[in-house]
């Protein structure tokens, strides 16, 4: 895969910032460059879920996408405005106030080419009605964009940083939590994870690990280090595909697209992982 569209995003912030994005990019930039040329359409209708003040929104709309955000934050949204403002691309982003779940009402059923829930499942009452919803708001042969906490991920993450008791507790606990002061109502594995998908018309396009060591290591190792920084990136993008080591970095991120109803299921990823 070129390399250039990922050090683009990269360019644009802190290394260390990118290192926990890059790698998202990197898969977004191939599938959603692949499906405008699919439907012949150089700008995607996106919705955001939980986009928040646009991390993802703002630099989609900069390609010249349009985007709706649905976030339960007013704050939240009315930064989401200041920042579009401030990229100038106000004119390509809708902010609305709403949760996971009732999409469909806000945005209109098969509204959207891609739908991006990033760090979403984990917080909602019933992950499998808010896929459902998401899955109705996508056309046939667009693509949902799922990023998730995993829970081996804060299980080594606690464990390196001496927190035993709290590494132990998200290990057994059954929804991954390390008790009630976790501000984190579930974490996924892969499985759990496509098993919200199970049955469904969707089809797995890829699938990796994401944040494998930035979390785990001190900030001052690249703090104003752009060649470690580089590194670390690199670091990142070549060991997310890895289906071991996927299974303990802090986030999954998993690419599906909506079928028509009469396709089969889902089958492993036809797009190798980024």
Do not use: N
Request: glycine share 10%; proline share 7%; aromatic share 2%.
């Amino acid at each position: 895969m070129p390399d250039e569209p990922a050090r683009r995003w990269a360019s644009r912030a802190d290394p260390r910032l990118a290192v926990r994005t890059a790698v998202v990019w990197d898969t977004l930039d191939v599938l959603v460059t692949e499906h405008t040329e699919a439907i012949g359409r150089p700008a995607l209708d996106v919705v955001d879920v939980g986009g928040g003040t646009g991390g993802f929104a703002v630099p989609l709309a900069g390609l010249g996408h349009g985007v709706t955000v649905i976030d339960p934050s007013p704050d939240a949204l009315a930064a989401l405005q200041r920042r579009a403002a401030d990229a100038g691309v106000a004119g390509r982003i809708r902010a609305e106030q709403g949760d996971a779940g009732a999409l469909a009402a806000v945005v209109g059923a098969s509204s959207a080419d891609l739908l991006l829930c990033h760090g979403v499942l984990e917080h909602v009452d019933d992950p499998k009605a808010a896929v459902l919803d998401m899955l109705e708001v996508l056309r046939p042969g667009g693509l949902l964009s799922a990023l998730v906490a995993q829970r081996l991920g804060a299980v080594l993450a606690r464990a390196l940083s001496g927190r035993f008791g709290a590494a132990l507790r998200v290990l057994e606990d059954p929804a991954g939590r390390g008790g009630p002061g976790d501000p984190v109502s579930r974490r996924f594995d892969r499985a759990a994870l496509l098993a919200l998908f199970e049955a469904e018309p969707v089809r797995l396009r890829a699938v990796h690990g994401v944040r494998l060591f930035t979390d785990l290591l001190p900030g001052a190792l690249v703090d104003g280090d752009l060649e470690a920084g580089q590194a670390l990136l690199d670091l990142e993008r070549a060991t997310s595909g890895h289906p071991e080591l996927a299974a303990v970095s802090a986030q999954l991120h998993v690419v599906l697209q909506r079928l028509d109803v009469d396709t089969a299921g889902p089958t492993e990823p036809s797009v190798a992982p980024s």
